[in-house]
C-alpha cells in the first residue's frame, strides 16, 4: 500500500505508475506516467499557516471600468480569505505599493482588518506604468515577513511589461518556487507569453484571461477559495535514478503543462528534487523519462524511484510522504516492447497539443500563414484524438475544420483577438486520464538499488 502521512494538518499523498515496464534489447528509454493524489483535512481557523497577496495593477490603461472591476474582485478575494490568514493588498504600477495595509507586513484576517481592507480597496486609481517584476519583488518580501506556511499571490494585470526583459526574466529567476502565483488578464492588450513565464517560474495553475472585466469578481473568489484550501506548501516530487541513468525530463502534464526538468535540486544522493508547490484535495500527473543502460533479455531493473517528499531542515529529516516504483524489463517479445502505455501516449499528445497551438498562434500573428495552418491543423488533429473537446471548440473559432481527424484545417481570414488569447491561455490546460485501479509493486518497498 502507498505510504501516507500522519501529519496533523496536513494531506495524505499516494502515488501511482503508469506504464510499459518492457524494453526491446538494445533499448534505454524509460517512460512512465506518475500520478500523485492528495486528501486534506476540512480547515479550521488558523490550523494552517496561509499568506496570501492581492496584486492590483493599476497602470493608466486600467481607467474606468477594469478598475471598478477589479475593485469588486479583490474585495470578493479579501471575503474568501479564512480568519487567522494573513495578507495584504498590493496596488502594481511603476512601483508596488501598500493599499493595506500601508506598512510593508503582513496582516492577520479577522472583522476588523477584513472591513478595513474592504475600504481601502476604494483607494485604488489607475495611473502609471507596469512593472510586473517590482510587484513580485514587493510580494516576496511581504511573503518573507510573514514566516513559513501556504504563501499564494494573485496577480491582475491589463497591460504590457515596461521592464526590460533580462530585468524581467532576472525577477522571475530569483523568485522561482518562493511563492505560488496566480495570474489574470483582463482585456485583450496584455500578452500571454509574460504572464506565462510568471506561471512557469511560481508554479501557477495556468495563465487566465477575463476578457468581461464583469467576470473577475467570481474568477478572483475562486482562486482565493482554491487558495484556502491548501495544507501543504513546498512539497518536492523527488526522483531517484540507477547509477550510469540520466533523468531526461520531468514534466507536470495535468492539469496543465509544467516541464520541471531544469528546476531539478540535488538534495540527497542519486536522486532529483523537483518543486510541486502547495497542494490541498488534488490530483496530478507527471510525465517521467529516464535513461538507463541497456539490459540483456529477461533483466528487470528498478529504473527510478518517484517520492512525495516534505523536506526537513536537512535531508535525514526529509518526511516521505508516499512513493512508487518505474521498472524496466528487456524482452525479445516484439509485441510487448513496442507497445506504448495508453496514459503515456495520451499525456505526450497533450504537450504535443499545446507546443502546436503556440507555435501556429506565434506564425499566424507573424504572418506565416503556412507554418500556422500546419502547427494549428496538428492541434486540431491532436485535439480530436485525444477528446479534448473544450481545446477543439476554440480552436474551432481561429480555424475552420476541414477533416478533423487528419486536421486538415484552413486559417479564418479574421479572428476576435478574444478567441486567440482564449486559445493561448488554455492550451497548457489538459484532458487528464483515469489511472488504473491496481498493478504491480508501485509502493517502493524494494528501496534504491
Not at 512513493?323 to 513496442?338: C, H, P, V, Y
Request: with cysteine; proline share 4%.
Amino acid at each position: 500500500m502507498p505510504n501516507t502521512s500522519d501529519r496533523a494538518a496536513g494531506p495524505e499523498f499516494r502515488v501511482e505508475v503508469d506504464q510499459n515496464p518492457y524494453l526491446p534489447l538494445g533499448g534505454t528509454e524509460v517512460h512512465a506516467v506518475v500520478s500523485v493524489t492528495s486528501h486534506s483535512p476540512v480547515l479550521v481557523g488558523t490550523s494552517v499557516r496561509a499568506s496570501e497577496v492581492i496584486i492590483i495593477d493599476t497602470s493608466g490603461s486600467m481607467y474606468g471600468e477594469k478598475i471598478n472591476a477589479a475593485k469588486q474582485a479583490a474585495r470578493a478575494a479579501i471575503e474568501a480569505l479564512r480568519d487567522g490568514v494573513r495578507f495584504a493588498v498590493v496596488a502594481g504600477h511603476r512601483e508596488a505599493q501598500m493599499i493595506y495595509p500601508t506598512a510593508d507586513r503582513l496582516v492577520e484576517v479577522n472583522d476588523g482588518t477584513r472591513a478595513e481592507a474592504l475600504e481601502a480597496v476604494g483607494r485604488l486609481c489607475a495611473d502609471g506604468g507596469t512593472r510586473m517584476g517590482s510587484w513580485l519583488l514587493k510580494a516576496a518580501e511581504l511573503f518573507d515577513s510573514g514566516g513559513e506556511g501556504i504563501k499564494h499571490a494573485i496577480l491582475l494585470t491589463d497591460g504590457q511589461n515596461n521592464e526590460m526583459s533580462d530585468v524581467f526574466e532576472g525577477v522571475l529567476r530569483r523568485l522561482a518556487g518562493r511563492f505560488v502565483c496566480d495570474c489574470r488578464g483582463v482585456g485583450t492588450d496584455w500578452k500571454v507569453e509574460e504572464l506565462r513565464r510568471i506561471d512557469a517560474a511560481l508554479l501557477g495553475g495556468g495563465p487566465g484571461i477575463v476578457a468581461d472585466p464583469a467576470d473577475l469578481t467570481a474568477d478572483f473568489r475562486a482562486m482565493a477559495q482554491a487558495s484556502m484550501g491548501k495544507t501543504v506548501a513546498d512539497v518536492a516530487l523527488r526522483l531517484w535514478a540507477p547509477q550510469n541513468s540520466v533523468v531526461r525530463f520531468v514534466k507536470q502534464v495535468a492539469p496543465t503543462v509544467q516541464d520541471l526538468t531544469d528546476r531539478a535540486v540535488q538534495r540527497v544522493q542519486q536522486a532529483n528534487d523537483y518543486p510541486t508547490g502547495s497542494w490541498g484535495t488534488e490530483s496530478r500527473d507527471y510525465h517521467v523519462c529516464v535513461e538507463v543502460p541497456a539490459g540483456d533479455p529477461g533483466r528487470q531493473l528498478r529504473a527510478g524511484w518517484a517520492r512525495v517528499v516534505m523536506p526537513g531542515e536537512t535531508p535525514d529529516r526529509d518526511e516521505v510522504l508516499a512513493s512508487g516504483n518505474i521498472l524496466a524489463e528487456w524482452t525479445q517479445d516484439e509485441a510487448r516492447a513496442t507497445e506504448i502505455h495508453p496514459r503515456v501516449a495520451h499525456y505526450t499528445g497533450q504537450v504535443e497539443l499545446a507546443r502546436a497551438i503556440q507555435d501556429g498562434l506565434t506564425a499566424r500573428r507573424e504572418g506565416d500563414e503556412s507554418t500556422a495552418t500546419t502547427r494549428l491543423g496538428r492541434a486540431v488533429a491532436l485535439a480530436h484524438e485525444s477528446g479534448n473537446e473544450e481545446t477543439a471548440k476554440l480552436l474551432d473559432r481561429v480555424v475552420d475544420v476541414i477533416d478533423p481527424a487528419t486536421g486538415t484545417v484552413r486559417l479564418k481570414s479574421s479572428v476576435d483577438k478574444v478567441d486567440e488569447m482564449t486559445l493561448d491561455t488554455n492550451s497548457t490546460r489538459t484532458v487528464r486520464t483515469r489511472p488504473r485501479q491496481s498493478g504491480p509493486d508501485t509502493d517502493g518497498a524494494l528501496g534504491p538499488g
